[in-house]
């Protein structure tokens, strides 16, 4: 529920937030499926912003937000190609082969993902803990991925790891196009800059 402080562009009407979403909440302002999950409302007090793109309620990190209906038309759509970074924890760690797959393009539900920048974390990344945290099975050792992709099917990246045998354990966005995950804790929000305004647009 948290604003961190910065000055709105006064030129432009149009509004463009950057939002770390929790793990549990749901990718929008209205529950409608009957769940007991928070929403943004539940941390973002402003009307008529609504998500380019989505996250599921399961996985964490960059959202954003625009009341600008063409933007975030244009900034959701894969054909303009707009890369999403994810930091991604899986089960075991993946050899070159499994690594290999993910960059090349694998078949997940009759589709067949386009090549991915995807490298092995040489240290677990600096994230806050998740609440609540992941559940860690004796004996069985886990590593960090960098996967960039510029498509988003419905849990796309779960589903990758998956099909090469990893299982995703935790997943958080770090980064869509130029804006990246940092100053900003789970729960906070802020105004773009100037300037990742005009890189944006």
Known sequence: MTRLPGRRNTVLLDRYILFYKPYGVLSQFTNNQGESKPT??????IT????????D??????????????????????RFGHQKTYWVQVERIPDEEALQRLRT????????????????LPVEPAL??????IRYRKNVPTAWLEISLTEGKNRQVRRMTAAVGFPTLRLVRVAIAHLQLVN???????DLTPEELRQLL
Do not use: M
């Not at 943004?40 to 007090?45: E, F, G, S, V």
């Open 105 to 120: 393009g694998i078949e997940i539900e009759n589709y067949r993902t386009k090549p991915a920048k995807v490298q092995l």
């Open 128 to 133: 806050p803990p998740r609440n609540p945290p």
């Open 184 to 190: 900003l804790q789970p729960g906070q929000w802020r």
């Open 48 to 55: 008529e912003v609504y998500p380019v793109g989505r996250l």
């Open 57 to 78: 309620a399961d996985s964490e990190g960059l959202l954003l937000l625009t009341d600008n209906g063409r933007s975030q038309h244009r900034l959701s759509d894969p």
């Open 40 to 45: 943004l409302k539940d941390y973002i007090p």
